[in-house]
């Protein structure tokens, strides 16, 4: 098959392009050769069936961070037959270096000039076609966030191919490094000539919007008091809307669930119908339910990500996260972190040093994620009234703030770095709707793929527990759950966990999302409300928030796991990562249990 | 008038032009990727309080880089 490879800076709006050319279909693909899983998409163009693979965004392909190893190994193993170099338009100053290098590596390129929109608005002239000339290789102006100039994209691909197509397939590229060495002593002449023949910079910088919102955003007293009240406004904005959301689809799936699945499955034996209905129904629902709040959480911080606002949040929190041993996109990466862990250790690719990358890897895990947010909730909404609800919750982001500082101070020692910090401020943007309804709809169906196979898992795995032995009252002592339970009772009833709630926690430890199934199968409830009164029946409010606290700190799921063990790529990393985790969820657990208990709350 | 030797050490809304960059080769080309190379004209915007890093603008580009770093660039005095 054709392979075409997108390839550009970090803030160019590769990304934004990829997603423009090949719609929803992308999908999470691994290639040989390379343990990382990239962005890809097979497409037809001019009667061609292509693949379409986002490579991760990088300034050189000579530097030293992991992701632009990646680039050079996926250079190495896999045979391109067209490179689509994206950049921004208005920063052709500095970025034509990244396109020399490709033209000198002989690879076939076609050049697109991204965020024209941009550059028009900054007063940057760029010329493609004296580029095209002086390159030797197709230039092509477009503005994808607006969708313009996509079809004369397309219509070089298809040019670019046509010219190829006599040529012998592609080779991979072999002695990468060497040869980019050679090149290196010509790029800086190279791209000042570039400019001077074909870019025309303005005299004044003309971006007043973003003078004038830095001023204020980034101001030394106001900056970080703003920071976090935008924050908790959009968190406040994210429940006012998904809750009901969220109470909405659940009572709508439940009924669906009695009054026709329930008579369907009648006909099957009780063991079979209530493995389905109770099983995998209701343990599957109660997690869909909360896909909403997942949903409009991605998009929220779609919306952070790509207006500028997240990278000034790396430039106002740097000098606190300095003193912890970390650095101001740690910052970031654990709030993103609070959307998915996953991602979020995936992101510590853009660190070069190991030390700084580990260090990361250990505090993101503490960041509330959407997953644990369902289950607190839930919990928060049972147990008390929505006033208190709200402390709790807030209580919680507090603790999980607290556990990764802590952590960071503890660790610091033992993973010193002095990595240099340079970022780029993006200008603000208005983020366009379009844009940000994809990103949250992919961000959303990649969430729900990683998630399900393990919430399948999960709750039938619970649920076979509950009601084997064959016969056994489903959940109950004599149940492989209540055995499970009763064994891990001397460890788990100091802190407050009855053996009702270890089996969720057991579970949760595959994967948040199973914890509330899990509930609702254990409880035998599907209906939210149903649940909630059986569950404040059985454990008492200081139970109940030992049991969100424990959850809260304790490993987030299997992928995170998994995911710190082959980005770490060390097997005691990962232990430390999960025993500290745990150590500290228990500890936790057991000084507020037995703090309420003393003090007569519980 | 006089013009400081360190990038780190430039009073604000004064363009100054990059001499040389003191860093090791992993920094040096990443400051070089963000348009910090010798004979561009650089400004500091705003410093970020309890000595956090510097707001400047190279080029088309704004960057936020710490102190550390900015002290590796020398200007043209």
């Given at each position: ?241 998904g809750v009901p959301l969220q109470e909405g689809l659940g009572t709508l799936l439940d009924l669906v669930g009695q009054q026709a699945l329930k ?14 209905l109770?099983?995998?129904y209701q343990?599957i629902g109660t997690v869909s339910a909360f896909l909403p709040v ?226 609702a ?5 599907a209906d939210p409300q149903a649940l ?71 | ?77």
């Amino acid at each position: 098959m054709t392979t075409l490879a997108l390839v550009g800076m970090p803030n160019t709006g590769k990304s934004t392009l990829f997603n423009r050319l090949t719609g929803s279909h992308a999908h999470i693909g691994n290639w040989p050769g390379l343990t990382v899983e990239l962005m890809q998409a097979e497409l037809i163009l001019a009667g061609l069936p292509l693949q379409l693979v986002d490579l991760p965004g990088i300034y050189d392909l000579r530097g030293h961070t992991g992701d632009e190893a990646v680039v050079r190994r996926f250079l190495e193993a896999t045979p391109v037959d067209l490179m689509v170099v994206v950049l921004n338009a208005s920063q052709l100053d500095r970025q034509l270096r990244l396109a020399l290098q490709i033209q000198r590596l002989g690879l076939p390129a076609l050049v697109v000039l991204n965020m024209a929109d941009e550059a028009r608005r900054f007063g940057v002239q760029v010329d493609p076609d004296v580029l095209a000339a002086a390159l030797g290789l197709p230039v092509v102006l477009v503005s994808a966030k607006y969708g313009r100039g996509l079809e004369t994209v397309r219509e070089a691909v298809e040019r670019a191919l046509a010219g190829r197509a006599d040529v012998p397939g592609p080779v991979p590229l072999q002695h990468l490094e060497a040869r980019l060495v050679a090149v290196d002593g010509e790029l800086e002449a190279a791209q000042r000539a570039l400019v001077q023949a074909a870019v025309r910079l303005p005299q004044q910088w003309r971006d007043r919007w973003t003078r004038r919102l830095d001023a204020v955003l980034l101001h030394p007293v106001l900056g970080l008091p703003l920071f976090f009240g935008a924050m908790a406004l959009m968190f406040q904005l994210i429940y006012a809307i998904g809750v009901p959301l969220q109470e909405g689809l659940g009572t709508l799936l439940d009924l669906v669930g009695q009054q026709a699945l329930k008579p369907l499955l009648a006909p099957l034996p009780p063991f079979v119908s209530g493995f389905l209905l109770e099983g995998l129904y209701q343990g599957i629902g109660t997690v869909s339910a909360f896909l909403p709040v997942i949903a409009l959480f991605f998009l929220a911080m779609g919306v952070v990500e790509d207006s500028g606002y997240l990278s000034r949040a790396a430039y106002l929190m740097d000098a606190f996260m300095e003193r912890l041993g970390l650095d101001g996109r740690s910052f970031v990466l654990s709030l993103m972190g609070f959307g998915c862990n996953v991602p979020a250790i995936l992101g510590t690719r853009v660190m070069r040093d190991p030390a700084l990358r580990l260090l990361s890897m250990l505090i993101i895990p503490f960041s509330l994620c959407s997953a644990r947010l369902n289950v607190f909730l839930f919990m928060a909404a049972a147990f008390f009234a929505p006033r208190q609800g709200a402390l709790v919750i807030f209580g919680l982001y507090l603790t999980s703030f607290v556990a990764a500082v802590l952590t960071a101070l503890l660790f610091r020692g033992r993973f010193p770095s002095q990595e240099p910090l340079v970022l780029e401020l993006p200008p603000y943007r208005l983020p366009t709707v379009p844009q940000m309804l994809t990103r949250a709809w992919l961000e959303v169906r990649h969430f729900w793929f990683w998630a399900r196979r393990f919430i399948i898992v999960g709750v039938v795995a619970v649920w076979l527990l509950n009601n084997l032995p064959l016969g056994v009252e489903p959940a109950s002592a004599q149940s492989l759950s209540g055995l499970l339970g009763t064994a891990l009772a001397p460890l788990l009833n100091p802190i407050g966990i009855n053996p009702k709630l270890t089996v969720a926690l057991v579970f949760g430890f595959i994967a948040k999302e199973i914890v509330l199934g899990g509930l609702a199968v254990i409880y035998g409830q599907a209906d939210p409300q149903a649940l909630s009164r059986a569950i404040v029946a059985d454990v008492s409010w200081a139970q109940a928030l030992s049991f969100m606290v424990f959850t809260l700190l304790y490993t987030p799921c299997l992928s995170t796991v998994a995911v710190i063990r082959s980005e770490s790529k060390k097997l005691g990393f990962t232990a430390l990562s999960v025993g500290w985790s745990l150590g500290l969820a228990w500890i936790s657990s057991f000084v507020l249990y037995q703090g309420l208990v003393r003090l007569g709350m519980a | 008038m006089h013009v400081s030797h360190r990038l780190v050490d430039l009073a604000l809304g004064v363009p100054a032009t990059i001499g040389s960059l003191a860093a090791e080769q992993g920094l040096r080309a990443r400051l070089e990727a963000l348009g910090l190379r010798p004979g561009q004209t650089v400004q500091v915007l705003r410093r970020a309080s309890w000595s956090g890093p510097l707001h400047i603008r190279v080029g088309m580009t704004e960057l936020m880089l710490r102190r550390r770093d900015a002290a590796c660039v020398a200007l043209v005095a």
